[in-house]
C-alpha cells in the first residue's frame, strides 16, 4: 500500500482529520447499503429458481406438443398455421427503486389470440400446444423480469463491495497513517524544541552563575 | 419510463414458432451463429424481453455481456426444442457468483 504523502503540520493534519472522518461515515453507509442490496438478492433468488425449474418443465412439455403436431400436420402446413399473427407491442415497462439500482418491471398486455388458422387442416393437438405456450407465456416474461433484477442486483453489489472494501482496506489505513505520521513528526518536534529550551535555558543559567562569581571575585579584589 | 415494448424470440425454426401467434416477434435462424447479425436490432430498445434459445445463447454470451448492466433488453436463456436446458440455472449461477463470490452455499440452500 503507497504511503500517502503529505507536510507534516497541522493544517494539513486537520484536513487529513476531516477527510478520515468522511471516509469512515462514508464507509458505514456503502456497508449498510451492501447488507440491504444483499437481503433484497439473496430473497429473489430462490423464488427465482424456483420458476426458472417450473418455467423449463412446462415449456419442454409445450414443445413436445408443438413436435406431435407438427408430425401429424406436416411441416408445411404447420409452418402455414403459425405464420399468422402480427408482433405486438405486448409489455408495458415502469422502473422500481430498489436501492437506487433501477429495476424494470414488465407487466403483459393482452396475449395474441392463436386460432386464425385452418381448423380442418391442423390436428387438435396444436390447439392445446398454443394454449400451453399462451400458459406459459407470462411466466416466461415474469422470469425475465426476475432474472434482469437479479443480474442488475448482482452488478451493483459487486461495484458497491469494491467500494467499501477500497474505503476499509486502502483509504481508511492510508489517512490512519499520514495522521499517525504527522502527529509523531510534530510531537517530535515539540520535543526537539523543549530540549532545546532547556539546554538554552541551562546555557544561559550557567553564564549567570559565571558573571556572578566573575563579579565576586572582582569585588573581593577590590576589598582587599 | 412507461413505455410498450415488444418480446423477441430467438432460435431455430422449431422452437420459436410457437410464439408468433401470441404476439412475440420472432427471429427464426438457420445456424446460431446468424444471431449475431440481429442481435444489433434487438438491442436497439424496441425489445423489453429478448428470449434466445440455448444454443444461440452458446454463440451470443460475449455480446449480452455488454448490455447486462442495462435495464433493458432482459436477455433471458429458454431452452429450444431438443436442447438439454440448465444453461439459463448456469447463467443465474453466474450473477449470483458475481454479487457473492460463490454460488456453493447458494446451492446448499436450494437442495
Do not use: C
Given at each position: 500500500?503507497?504511503?500517502?504523502?503529505?507536510?507534516?503540520?497541522?493544517?494539513?493534519?486537520?484536513?487529513?482529520?476531516?477527510?478520515?472522518?468522511?471516509?469512515?461515515?462514508?464507509?458505514?453507509?456503502?456497508?449498510?447499503?451492501?447488507?440491504?442490496?444483499?437481503?433484497?438478492?439473496?430473497?429473489?433468488?430462490?423464488?427465482?429458481?424456483?420458476?426458472?425449474?417450473?418455467?423449463?418443465?412446462?415449456?419442454?412439455?409445450?414443445?413436445?406438443?408443438?413436435?406431435?403436431?407438427?408430425?401429424?400436420?406436416?411441416?408445411?402446413?404447420?409452418?402455414?398455421?403459425l405464420s399468422s399473427g402480427e408482433p405486438l407491442d405486448l409489455i408495458e415497462?415502469?422502473?422500481?427503486?430498489?436501492?437506487?439500482?433501477?429495476?424494470?418491471?414488465f407487466s403483459v398486455m393482452e396475449l395474441g389470440q392463436p386460432g386464425t388458422y385452418?381448423?380442418?387442416?391442423?390436428?387438435?393437438?396444436?390447439?392445446?400446444?398454443l394454449g400451453?405456450l399462451a400458459t406459459v407465456a407470462p411466466r416466461l416474461i415474469?422470469?425475465a423480469?426476475?432474472?434482469?433484477?437479479?443480474?442488475?442486483?448482482?452488478?451493483?453489489?459487486?461495484?458497491?463491495?469494491?467500494?467499501?472494501?477500497?474505503?476499509?482496506?486502502?483509504?481508511?489505513?492510508?489517512?490512519?497513517?499520514?495522521?499517525?505520521?504527522?502527529?509523531?513528526?510534530?510531537?517530535?518536534?515539540?520535543?526537539?524544541?523543549?530540549?532545546?529550551?532547556?539546554?538554552?535555558?541551562?546555557?544561559?543559567?550557567?553564564?549567570?552563575?559565571?558573571?556572578?562569581?566573575?563579579?565576586?571575585?572582582?569585588?573581593?579584589?577590590?576589598?582587599? | 419510463?412507461?413505455?410498450m415494448l415488444r418480446v423477441a424470440v430467438?432460435?431455430?425454426?422449431?422452437?420459436v414458432a410457437g410464439f408468433r401467434p401470441l404476439g412475440f416477434e420472432v427471429f427464426?435462424?438457420?445456424?446460431?451463429?446468424?444471431?449475431?447479425?440481429?442481435?444489433?436490432?434487438?438491442?436497439?430498445?424496441s425489445y423489453a424481453v429478448v428470449m434466445?434459445?440455448?444454443?444461440?445463447?452458446?454463440?451470443?454470451?460475449?455480446?449480452?455481456?455488454?448490455?447486462?448492466?442495462?435495464?433493458?433488453?432482459?436477455?433471458?436463456?429458454?431452452?429450444?426444442?431438443?436442447?438439454?436446458?440448465?444453461?439459463?440455472?448456469?447463467?443465474?449461477?453466474?450473477?449470483?457468483?458475481?454479487?457473492?463470490?460463490?454460488?456453493?452455499?447458494?446451492?446448499?440452500?436450494?437442495?
Amino acid at each position: 500500500m503507497p504511503k500517502l504523502r503529505v507536510n507534516p503540520n497541522r493544517m494539513e493534519l486537520m484536513k487529513l482529520r476531516k477527510r478520515r472522518t468522511t471516509a469512515q461515515r462514508g464507509h458505514k453507509l456503502l456497508k449498510d447499503k451492501l447488507d440491504e442490496l444483499m437481503k433484497e438478492f439473496l430473497g429473489r433468488i430462490g423464488r427465482t429458481r424456483a420458476l426458472r425449474s417450473s418455467v423449463e418443465k412446462e415449456l419442454a412439455a409445450a414443445y413436445g406438443l408443438v413436435a406431435i403436431a407438427r408430425a401429424e400436420a406436416g411441416r408445411a402446413n404447420l409452418a402455414q398455421a403459425l405464420s399468422s399473427g402480427e408482433p405486438l407491442d405486448l409489455i408495458e415497462v415502469s422502473e422500481r427503486n430498489v436501492m437506487s439500482v433501477r429495476i424494470p418491471e414488465f407487466s403483459v398486455m393482452e396475449l395474441g389470440q392463436p386460432g386464425t388458422y385452418s381448423l380442418a387442416e391442423t390436428p387438435a393437438v396444436l390447439d392445446s400446444a398454443l394454449g400451453s405456450l399462451a400458459t406459459v407465456a407470462p411466466r416466461l416474461i415474469k422470469l425475465a423480469e426476475r432474472e434482469k433484477a437479479i443480474e442488475l442486483l448482482a452488478a451493483e453489489i459487486e461495484r458497491t463491495r469494491r467500494r467499501v472494501n477500497a474505503l476499509e482496506h486502502v483509504l481508511i489505513p492510508q489517512l490512519t497513517e499520514a495522521i499517525r505520521d504527522i502527529t509523531m513528526k510534530l510531537e517530535e518536534a515539540e520535543r526537539g524544541n523543549l530540549t532545546r529550551l532547556m539546554k538554552v535555558k541551562d546555557i544561559i543559567a550557567a553564564q549567570e552563575v559565571a558573571n556572578n562569581e566573575a563579579a565576586a571575585k572582582k569585588a573581593g579584589r577590590a576589598s582587599e | 419510463m412507461d413505455e410498450m415494448l415488444r418480446v423477441a424470440v430467438v432460435g431455430d425454426g422449431t422452437s420459436v414458432a410457437g410464439f408468433r401467434p401470441l404476439g412475440f416477434e420472432v427471429f427464426p435462424v438457420r445456424e446460431p451463429v446468424d444471431a449475431r447479425e440481429l442481435w444489433s436490432t434487438l438491442t436497439d430498445g424496441s425489445y423489453a424481453v429478448v428470449m434466445v434459445t440455448e444454443p444461440v445463447w452458446a454463440e451470443i454470451a460475449d455480446l449480452a455481456a455488454e448490455v447486462i448492466d442495462n435495464a433493458i433488453p432482459a436477455v433471458t436463456v429458454i431452452p429450444g426444442a431438443g436442447s438439454p436446458g440448465g444453461v439459463g440455472q448456469e447463467k443465474l449461477d453466474h450473477a449470483i457468483e458475481r454479487a457473492l463470490g460463490t454460488t456453493s452455499f447458494i446451492r446448499e440452500e436450494g437442495e
